[in-house]
């Protein structure tokens, strides 16, 4: 890039002048103390002639036209001989520039030629210090110390930059390069002042001097004597050491020196001569390298005729001190940036975005890594991006990217994880949060919703250790907290006063957030809140932690301005006022390294640099513009910068699997390195678990898909209810954590399998699964669906063990038989849209609304349901000129049955044909679930996570629970129908296709058919036969083990025992095994007893309990084993259970119907159950051992 401007060459006439050219030169940057100019000088010639003889010619350069130099402020040095190149970087323009030198005649007076300057980078800081040139790859290094970054650049193009070390240090100035060995050395001045050593591409890094250092600034390598040489401020001293020997230290002091700051900067090496600039005394100082004894010491001005000023860095540019390498670079050809390795190897890196080749490792790509560090900000329907030297790049174009654009969209808040390369970020227009895998390609799936119907999210923040989320619901006045999925979702804190901004400090275990007037402290768990800052009145916003720095900043839009105190409350400081912003409206604000940035409300994001304290803004620099008339929002710098990793040495104290050995849901971080593990709503810790008590009648049940977590709910105030967990009235919540789920939107119970079965979406595919309420670590899959269905509702149908669902892509109604889970049966019904159909379980009737005349129907599931039937269907209820019904659900208790059916925001009841409004909500509140118990509705909305409730009587509405991810498909299941008598209709056996529904033609009665019932029956006789030998051999099997029955039917638990074998008969075939709190089995196959009660596939079935740690059935035996007070577990669902007698049962394949203990297929094992197999068991009658904790005791 090259500028309009150009540069004055001036000779001066006083002395036998030449002009700044390609000849051995002293050069040296100093800055006018007239009119603050700085400009490069020099003295041409050899040093050891006209240290003797006097200086006979004098340099100088600057810009021509009188606005480009007042902005120039020249620093930092270095040279290419080769290509006759000189590099400076300029803190007024922000930039590093290049110039090429040509030779010029000698002449009297002042010679003028115009010069190209061309940029090589655009946007440091104003303070990079240190400078060199790799003149063997051509790559330029310095040091930034305000941005913390060591870079390099290809200095034969524009801004191909990489920075390659940027963690570890504070404040890097001096820097020096050995191609030879392919060595890169820099100091830095920061709380921990030293000089580290790493390779030219900043790797294999090591502390080379970290003692007796205070303030070293300017490094020369002495390549010929194999010396390093610093100066160090505050000793006021010169040092070397040898490059491969730095305990051997050799230290001139300046003995004339007595400031306390010191003034010694910039440092050369050449021949015999030490060259230092002394901003003290404004002279350039030279001493002897071997003795230390200054020689001389001159006016840096070097004439009276030119400006006097303050002298900074100074180099020697000669060709002796670059001597020729024939570098692997000339044959690498990278297409970035080529990196010395010492001798004439080297290796290609590219610039900050871009990632090598993995063909030809010199070409680079666009990277999969996301550039970093930006700001991101959210601006209306944008999240945009911009790198973060935008903020020193006022003379060069900013590139603005916004990467995730959607139209009437509101973004608002931001949250992120740099260690994931994931972003979060709130929108209110969806009510949802979003989480982001960057870099993000719209198209692809990397952007999923992890929370929705949230309420007014105003801030989000990362707990970067613990992968936990946190966020702020100002209308809702919530504090909430899950896993970074989303997952486990609860209330932190409750009845806050419009909870702004959040932010937390995962490295003490500390959280912080923002109401109107007031930022309040407290544990990561929510414990020890208390207030940290209070200003009243004011209108506290957007906030953020500089924890590397200990500050808290935050927006003030009482000012307007933004405010920072320490991390501990004190220091509390304005950092930007009201006459400063011109009144500008600020949202949020962020920080790196010694910049902030904040949106101003509007469109526009802007960059300031702050002082080394708290107490004031240094400068307001710039700012940016979205094209869009949107308002910009939340603002973060995406950077490790703001999320710093746990000290060395310190470990994370929620790195455990937390699913085994840890927290099973939640691990909050607290103070001193400590945790605490918590539960979600629903459940009750014990021993770092999370557990609940399900039940199995009278309760709300509800789907939480972020969560993953069913919810009962208990209608029954004398039920004992769990831990109220999360502070709310929510102690009659019981959860049901589904595992294995991806997104579970729509959930059923089934009263005699006691089992969840819910719709579970997928990218790839759609299913039914289903889990057993008090075994939850397995499930099973019942159906796979096609991806094309549009499941909009799913009931179990208790007394025919089937499922139903609907899809409202082709408005029909699906019958599911779990005997035959690939036979997908269509129902009669069409036109079925939403959540528009219920069951009649005690009935058998199905009533639906048909979505295009709103007639609400019934069918009967023994007679006129199935797509086949001759029987038609009733219209129960016509005439509906209301909107149009959603859904509907049965009132159960009621036996006339009334219908209640809810639209928008109506909810209606439908009883022997007439309809009766029961409730009005807001037209903003979408309906989208109601049920009916006794007077009181039950409903939920589409735009908050809350169940509600209204009492038909006294008209009362209020919450009945909240405070959770998503709210989905809310049902009531009170007491099972008991007593019926109807059966199901047989299923038409053709399988339902994507197309239609193949029927079967009616069967014609032929002499075919006729004799195969003839056959029929004389194999059923057999079979017959069959069976009372077999009921024979077994009354005498238990005959003779009467006296072991007789202690089984004697023990509390065999009530619970006694029912496995019925409901083994729920099993689907083919099942692998199950495992609960009470029962497992392996299906195995092995020692198959042909005359066990249990199915044969059943025979290897196993016990476990608080006092029953294992026992078995084998042979259709039951073995126990007692457990020593040395292995007694506690806490686990059901202590009521005591410890039995070491007993012998034997199960009949009888049980009571209605205390069915519920038992599920497994994919593993159960580490809550200990299990036994055949060969570990007795095998002699009568055989007993015993072994202290191992013991077992069984009998035969």
Known sequence: MQLSVHLLLIAEALRSASCLSHERTLMWTIKS????????????????????????????????????????????????????????????????????????????????????????????????????????SGSLYWTDALYNWITVANASDYNMAKHIVFTGFSRPMGLAVYPQKGQLFWSSIGAVPKIERSTLGGESRVNFIDSDVDRPLGLSVDYKAGHLYWIDDLRDTVERVPLDDPTSRWTMHIGYRHSLTGKLFGLAVFEDFIFATDQLNMTIDIFNKSSGVMIKSFNASVTVNLPKGIPYDILMYDSSLQEEIDSDCNRLRCSDICISDGGRKAHCICQEGSSLSLEDRSSCVESATFRMPQYLFSVGEALCGVDVIAADQEYVPIDVRCFYNVSGHRMVALGFNVYEGVLFFSDQKDR????????????????????????????????????????????????????????????????????????????????????????????????????????????????????????????????????????????????????????????????????????????????????????????????????????????????????????????????????????SQLCLLTPSSGSQCSCSAGFTLVDNYCVSEPLTHDFLLFVDPYSKIAYQYDLNPMTPSSENVDGSENGRLRGIALRSANIPSLVAYDYQLREIFWFDEDRLKNSVKQISIFETVHYHTVSTLSKEMTVSRLEAVDNYGDLLLTDSATGSVFLISLANTNNLQKLVMQNVYESAIAVDECAGDIYWADGVTNDVNRCNLSESCFSDSAVEFTTVFSAWNKSRILGMNIVQSDEEKTVIVWTENEIHSLRNGASTLLLIVDESFSLSGAVMADNIIYFTSAFHNAIFQHDTKTKSTGVTVDGFSEISDLKLFLSPCRNTSYTIAPHPSAPYTESAVQKKDEAKLGPGAIAGIVIGAIVFLLLLILLLVLLVVLLRRRRDKQAAETAAYSNPTYDRLSSIASTLSHMPEGAEGFSSPYVSFNNNNEGENKDSPFPPAYNDLYFSDEAIAATGIFDGYLYTKEVPECEKKSGLPFPEVSAVDPAIFLIGAAGDAESKVPARPSTGDDPSVTDFHPSSLPTDDDATHADGCNGFSAKK
């Open 33 to 136: 103390i007239a009119d603050g100019s700085v400009d490069i000088r020099g003295v041409p010639g050899d040093p050891a002639d006209w240290i003797v003889n006097g200086i006979k010619r004098v340099s100088n350069s600057y810009f021509t036209d009188p606005t480009s130099k007042q902005i120039s402020r020249r620093l930092a040095l270095a040279f290419q001989y080769s290509t006759k190149r000189v590099f400076f970087s300029d803190q007024g323009f922000k930039q590093i520039f290049r110039i090429v030198l040509e030779p010029v005649p000698s002449a009297n007076g002042t010679v003028y030629y115009s010069v190209p300057i061309e940029v090589v980078y655009g946007g440091i800081s104003t303070q990079v210090n240190g400078m060199a040139m790799d003149w063997a």
């Open 432 to 663: 949802v949060i979003h989480r982001m895998t960057l870099p993000n390609d719209v198209n692809s799936s990397a952007i999923d919703v992890i929370v929705a119907n949230t309420g007014y999210v105003s801030g989000l923040a990362v707990d970067w250790i613990a992968d936990n989320l946190y966020w702020t619901v100002e209308d809702r006045g919530l504090l909430m907290v899950s896993r970074v999925t989303g997952r486990y979702a609860k209330v932190l804190l409750r009845g806050l006063d419009r909870p702004q901004s959040v932010a937390v400090n995962p490295l003490n275990g500390t959280l912080y957030w923002a109401t109107p007037d007031t930022i309040y402290i407290a544990n990561m768990d929510g414990t020890n809140a208390k207030i940290l800052v209070n200003i009243p009145r004011s209108q506290f916003d957007g906030m953020v932690l500089d924890i590397r720095a200990d500050l808290l900043f935050w927006v003030d839009r009482s000012l307007p301005g933004i405010r920072s105190c320490r991390m501990n409350g004190s220091d509390l400081a304005i950092v930007l006022r009201s006459d400063v912003t011109q009144n500008m409206t600020l949202l949020d604000v962020t920080v790196y390294q010694n910049y902030i940035a904040w949106t101003d409300g509007l469109n526009s994001v802007y960059f300031g640099m702050t002082s080394s304290s708290s107490s004031s803004l240094v400068n307001i620099l710039r700012g940016v513009r979205h094209a869009a008339a949107n308002t910009s929002h939340d603002i973060i710098t995406y950077d490790f910068y703001l999320q710093p990793p746990l000290d060395p040495g310190k470990t994370n104290p929620c790195d455990i699997d937390n699913d085994v050995h840890g927290c």
